[in-house]
């Protein structure tokens, strides 16, 4: 056939109504007999339904747009995946989109999203400011925060328990015998690098201990390999915590390569995130799991609900995760 197939020329061939090749391809109730006769006309002819067209009538265009910061952290590309595929079970689809996370790139992404009808948008890592959100809300675009809160309660988040978290690891490392630890936070302008950081700090002041020194690592692995050597260098620590798997793998190849310092026989080290190669025989990275299939279960219904009822609750979703432990930090006798 020349020219463009169309949803009359697949009716025709496959001996059907117009209406039922429409009900086929948009997942409404068909015939498994239908169903078989408009498919293999459809690839006969080539044909492939037009679901932006779709998208104009129903008023949805069934793709949700994600916008990640970095994908340098391998949190992400696993945290992504497992969006795509619990979104795919519900009927969508997402379109992604990374940005440096702040100022006007995130504002310039977000035209970009909105021009594509996007139902809904999941900000990973993402700072936000009230334009944006105000603008989504006009568009009526729903907005749900992945692992990245921010303050004040408007917006719909969803996070590990940082704070707690932290915590955990500082309790961790005292009951270990450490005296001077030190902290290699992440971003410290992201709410999540400030809550890590004080739930560490509090987390040390309620084990009987203290902070020696905290050094902004601003998720960067060359920081945090620089952070590293002037803590146990200039400030004698025996211990870190690293903001996260990322920039914690960094930390390990620095003191054991170019410092020649055993790990963890000399210093401990801890990350957060329990990214997969954090089980990987050259780290054993012993570290805080973020829940992440629950992370983004939760995200995933958060949203759905807000596209389906405007009227919706901006939930603020924090789940709390198991600190594993490997051989990257002393543990402590009575583990």
């Known amino acids: 056939m020349k020219g463009k197939v169309t949803s009359f ?13 429409s009900r086929v391809f948009s997942g409404a109730s068909a015939s498994k007999a239908t169903q078989d006769k408009v498919r293999s006309a459809a690839d006969a002819l080539g044909y492939r339904p037009n679901r932006l067209a779709r998208g104009l009538i129903t008023g949805r265009s069934k793709i ?13 590309p696993d945290a992504l995946e497992r969006l795509s595929n619990v979104l795919k079970e519900q009927g969508y689809h997402i379109l992604i989109f990374t940005t440096k996370g702040r100022g006007e790139e995130v504002k310039q992404t977000f035209d970009q999203l909105m021009d594509y009808q996007v139902d809904g948008i999941i900000a990973a890592s993402v700072g936000i400011s009230d334009e944006l959100t105000n603008r989504c809300a ?21 996070t590990s328990d940082n704070l707690q978290g932290a915590a955990k690891i500082a309790s961790f490392l005292v009951k270990g015998g450490h005296r001077r630890i030190g902290h290699i936070s ?37 920081t945090a390999a ?34 020649k310092i055993s790990v963890p026989n000399d210093v401990s080290i801890v990350g957060y995130d329990d990214v ?14 973020q829940p992440v299939n629950r992370m983004v279960h939760a995200t995933v219904d ?29 543990v402590p006798k009575e583990n």
């Open 138 to 158: 006009a568009a009526g675009i729903p907005l749900v925060l992945f692992n990245r809160g921010q303050r004040g309660g408007a917006l719909a988040q969803v």
């Open 302 to 330: 958060t949203l759905l609900a807000m596209i389906e009822d405007a009227d919706a609750s901006a939930d603020q979703i924090t789940i709390d995760g198991p600190l594993v432990v490997r051989t990257s930090a002393k």
């Open 64 to 76: 949700i747009g994600l916008v990640v910061a970095y994908l340098d952290n391998q949190f992400y």
């Open 276 to 289: 997969s190669m954090a089980a990987w025989g050259a780290y054993e990275l012993t570290t805080l799991r």
């Open 226 to 259: 620089e952070a590293a050597e002037t803590l146990v260098s200039e400030h004698g620590c025996d211990a870190i915590f690293v903001g996260n798997d990322h920039m914690a793998f960094a930390v390990m190849d620095h003191l054991r390569g170019a410092m």
């Open 186 to 222: 992440g971003w410290m302008g992201s709410i999540t690098g400030q809550d890590r950081a004080q739930g560490f700090a509090s987390g040390l002041q309620a084990a009987g201990s203290e902070l020696v020194h905290q050094i902004d690592g601003m998720y960067r692995r060359d």
């Open 9 to 21: 020329d697949v009716a025709q061939r496959a001996g059907v109504s117009q209406s039922a090749v």
